[in-house]
């Protein structure tokens, strides 16, 4: 219970920051909505093409507009001198990283929320057809992306290059989950779930390897 207590509050401490800051969300929200712009001047809504490559620009813009939420959760910790209090909490290490992780995996569920909607009617593409499997891989790529994305921007914030250095590190990681979820979002948009058993598993595997490696790791990154 005091483990997760602890987590709520680092979460909540986020969430809070965010609603009087309002920097996290407004890029985030920017960002996708550029994403939309810019691909509704390049593509033709409803053409056959619009269709097959929507997965892949969808997620272009929520993981982009991710990494802008991502390399903002721990530079200002850094520079308000607050990862020194949180580290000096009676909690084990790990609460600040899955407190952050939390805090982020909520920001980007609105953004994506809000934007998915939007984009399907922009696009004229068609509604999905299996709705439930759809929230289920936004959910996993999701959680994946956020699990990696907050254990390396813990690590960059200690370096001066810190919003340089975190996409170099993070998308190289991030093809495995990228080429997985796109593809899921692709079946779940057109009913057809034929041969996607080993997608399934990347996504579980993906998501449960940097949840575990991070938990395990997060509290020499801090000692560091």
Known sequence: MKYLAG???????????????????TSMGIFALLVMVVFGFAL???????????????????FFAGLL??????????????????MLAPVDR??????????????????????FPLYIVLFDVPAPQRPGSLALVAFLGTLGFVAVGTFLAALAA?????????????FPLAV???????????????????????????LVVY?????????LLFEYLLES
Do not use: C, Q
Request: net charge neutral; charged share 15%; hydrophobic share 55%.
């Open 94 to 115: 790990s609460v600040i990283y899955f407190g952050k992780v939390a805090g982020n995996l909520l920001f980007m569920f609105v953004v994506e929320a809000v934007s």
């Open 44 to 62: 033709r809504p409803g053409a056959e093409e619009t269709v097959a490559v929507f997965p892949g620009f969808a997620w272009i813009g929520f």
């Open 158 to 170: 200690n370096t001066r290059t810190s919003e340089l250095l975190l996409p170099i590190l993070l």
């Open 7 to 25: 987590l709520l509050t680092i979460t909540w401490k986020d969430i809070t920051a965010e609603f009087r800051t309002k920097e996290m969300s």
């Open 176 to 202: 495995p989950l990228v080429i997985a979820v796109v593809s899921m979002t692709r079946a779940a948009l057109t009913g057809d779930f034929t041969d996607t058993a080993s997608w399934w598993r990347m």
């Open 207 to 215: 998501d449960a390897v940097f949840l575990v490696v991070p938990w």
């Open 69 to 86: 939420g991502l390399s903002r959760s721990f530079v200002s910790e850094k520079m308000n001198g607050a990862m020194t209090g949180l």
